[in-house]
Every structure is written in structure tokens, then in C-alpha cells.
């Protein structure tokens, strides 16, 4: 495909192939960008920020809502894309369809109701024959740099509120995934996106990453994606404002009264959907000592039925992972965690980009398995003995995306929700679930400010305070 960039659909001769996980097949290319493209993007994306601004709210949900119709209308086309680039089984990418098809008329939605309100400053000493109300405005060009796990609906999150919120956005799409993000584009330009107030950049991140985000045209960076990429982003963009989405090694406390069947269930679905490769993938169960055996013995038979093959046939369960690299990485975590005295129950080979569904039990804190995001099909268990000790383990983590917590026990509950350090909790499941309409976003190494279409206008918009001094 080509990319968007300067109001044009731009062919180079500098390409980068896009292969499909799954045998390593070219299915497309797309053009790697240079320095001369990042000036051209920004600079129309600065003319584009001007004119988007001139529309109104009920223009910008009008434009929303018709794309989310396209994509509905797309959605099978679509869902295949996301399998070819990403590997997900074909389910899970009908699925993440339909939830950008929320994101985005949840966006719409948001763009009717951008709204200041009255300060009472006659509340202020000596202020009294003042008026004043607030005023939200767009912050003008937003950067929007995405990882490849979710090449569709994580794009969605971030063009849908940038727009709803009256701003130009620049799209730099995941280097292995970027045909989604590239055909969403051409579905927004179709609904009647300004031509200028949309790019989308393809190519390496550390080509053109830093441009981009150092630009001082550039007045709202919205990142997901790794720990590292994201603090060096950071460190560039200045004085601009910034959204982080970053990585986590998500935590799972079952408690001795927990539904051992219903845990299993959660732990299959929470730990290995996209081969692990979620940013909130159930990746260490802290189970209590007296239901840890049977818990065992309930999940392994489960982990096993999981089977692996072709993201396309509908039987397959698990695809590959996004490289053979990331692969032979996980690979290594685990055997690293075995010579430590680990034991792998399930699964630990590799073929290719495919690693077998894996559980772990015997694991220790500070194995790498463990304390480290691994991003891949591994579930790591743990022994514990009291709700004090889980949720001290729960948090020894300079990350803080999500956990969860199986219990029938309302203090246990509660307790968990109020002491771990997780901008998402979640009750009697894993820490794998989103709905698109919540807030959602880290604590601590794992980022800032919040995504979810209703907070993301807030951060993709600036307040200004106007104070009426009436005679
Ligand atoms: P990544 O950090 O390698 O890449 C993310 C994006 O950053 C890509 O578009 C990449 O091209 C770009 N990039 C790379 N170097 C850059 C630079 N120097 N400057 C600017 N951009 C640069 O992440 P990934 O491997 O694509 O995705 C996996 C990571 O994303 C995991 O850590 C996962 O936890 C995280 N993630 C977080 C969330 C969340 O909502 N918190 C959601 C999904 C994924």
C-alpha cells in the first residue's frame, strides 16, 4: 500500500515488506519514510490543524459516525488484514473490528460534547462582579505512534478522540503492522475527514520517531507501546503534552475460595489470546497454598487444549507470535526459568514464530518470566501464602497496567482493589478485559493519562479560563 502523506497517497522506492507471521510470506509493502516526508506530514498536518479546528462538533460526529458505518461496513475485509499482518486468529480480529467500530462511534459521540463550565468566581475574595467560564480548545497537530498487537482498534483510540476533539493527526503505524492503520485512513478520508487534518507514515520508528516527536509543530504526542520506546520518547518531546501506553507483567490473585473452573476458564482466555502478546495478558498467577495443586491440575489439561496452526482456519485457537526473534526470546525466558528450578508443565517448544501454549508453576519473583513483560504464551504460577504476601508480590513491579483477583470474599476483594498499584482491577476475572468506553491506563512505569474515547478528548484538548469583569 502507499501512505498518506501531505494530502497524497505516496509511493517510494525505499519500501519495507510486510509479512504475515504465520509462513513468513510477503503480503504487501509499504513505503519507508524519510526525514522529507516527517516535514511534509507535519507541515500539512499544521494546515490541517487549522482547518479541522473551523469545523463544528456535530460536523466532526457526523464524519465519526459515517466511519464507523464504513468500517461495519469493511469489517470482514478488514479482519482479514489484521490476521495477514498481526497473526491473531481470525475470531480475535473480527473482534477487535467491531471494537473499533465502538472507538470510533464513541468518539463521535464525544466530539458533541466537548464542553468548559462556569466558575463561580464571585467565590473569590473581592472578585464578586466577575464572570467566568472555561473554554476546551484542540490542542492543534497530534502524533499518534502505535504498537503491532492491536494494528486496528489501538489506531481507533487514538485518531477517534483526536478528531472528535477538533485536532489534526498524524498516524505512525506499528513497522509490522501498518495495512490496517493504512486502510483506516482511507475509511476516514471516505467519511469526510478534512484531507490535510489526517497522515499516515509508515516505516521504522527509529527512522523517523524522534523527528517527529521532537518537532515543535507537534503539540500532543499519544504513544502505546514498550517501556523503553516510550521514555525515549518523553525525553524528546519537550515541553509538549503526552499520553503513555506502556507494557505490564499483569498479575492474577487466586484466593483458596476461588471457583478453581471458572479461574482456568479466565486464565486460558486472559493469558493466551494473541499468543500472549497483550499489553495486559494474564502473565503471573499468585495462587494461595492450599488450592495451588488442584489448581494446577484444573489448568494444565485446559493450557493443553489450546491448539495452534493457521490464524485463518477458524478451528485454530493460538496463531504465531509477531516475529520468530520474539519468539526465540520467550524461548530462552522460559528455559532460562527452568535451569532456575521452575517447572514447565505445558508446553516450552518452539517451531518457527510459534511457541506452544506454556504454564509454569514453581516460579519464583525474581525469574525473568516473572518480572519482566514477557509478551508471549507463558503463564508463570506462584505459590503465596496470605493476601498480605500476594498483594506485596502483586506490586513488586515497576509496572501498573492491570491485575485481577479470584475470590468470593468482599474484604479480600476490596482490599485488593484499594492496595494494588494498577490503573485497572479487575473482580472474579483476569486482567484482560476492556471495555472501550472506560478509562483505561497504567500506573506507574506503565504509563500516563488515560485512553478511552470520553477521557482521551480531555488529554487531545487544552482548557482555557475566560473571565468576564462586568462594571
Ligand atoms: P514498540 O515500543 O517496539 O513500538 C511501538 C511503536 O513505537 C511502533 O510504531 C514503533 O515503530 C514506534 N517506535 C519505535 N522506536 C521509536 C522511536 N525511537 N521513536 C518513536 N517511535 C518509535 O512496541 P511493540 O513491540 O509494537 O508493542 C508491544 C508493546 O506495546 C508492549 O510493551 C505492550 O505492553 C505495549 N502495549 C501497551 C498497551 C497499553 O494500552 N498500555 C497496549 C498495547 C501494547
Redesign the pocket.
Known sequence: MKMYVGGKWLEKTDKLEVLNPFDNTVIDTVPRASMDDVDRALSTAAEGAKAIRRTSGYDRFLILKKAAELLEQYSSDLARIITLEEGKIISEARFEVSRAVQTLTLSAEEAKRLSGEMVPLDGAPGAGNRMGFTLRIPCGVVVA??????PLN?VA?KVGPALAAGNSVVI??????PLSALRLTEILLEAGVPQPAIQCIT????D???A??SDPRVRKIT????????E??CR?AGLKKVT?????NSPLIIMPDADLEKVSQAIVATGYSNAG?????TQRVLALRPIYEELISALSPQVESINTGNPLDEKTKMGPM?REK?AIRVQSWVEEAKQAGAKVLVGGERKGSFFAPTLIADVKPQMRISCE?L?GPAVAVTPTGTIEEAISLANDTHYG?SAGIFTQNLDWALRFAREVDAGNLHINWGPQWRADLMP???LKE??FGK?GPKYAVQEMSELKMVVLHLS
Open positions: 505512534i502505535s504498537p503491532f498487537n492491536f489501538l483510540h505512525k503505524p506499528a513497522t509490522d503492522t516505516g521504522y520508528g527509529s523517523v520517531g524522534d517527529l516527536c504513544f502505546t507501546g514498550s517501556r523503553d520506546v516510550g525515549r520518547i524528546k503513555m501506553e506502556l507494557g505490564s502478546q497483550v499489553c495486559i495478558s509477531i520474539e513483560e509478551f497496567l483505561y491506563g497504567g506503565s504509563g485512553e
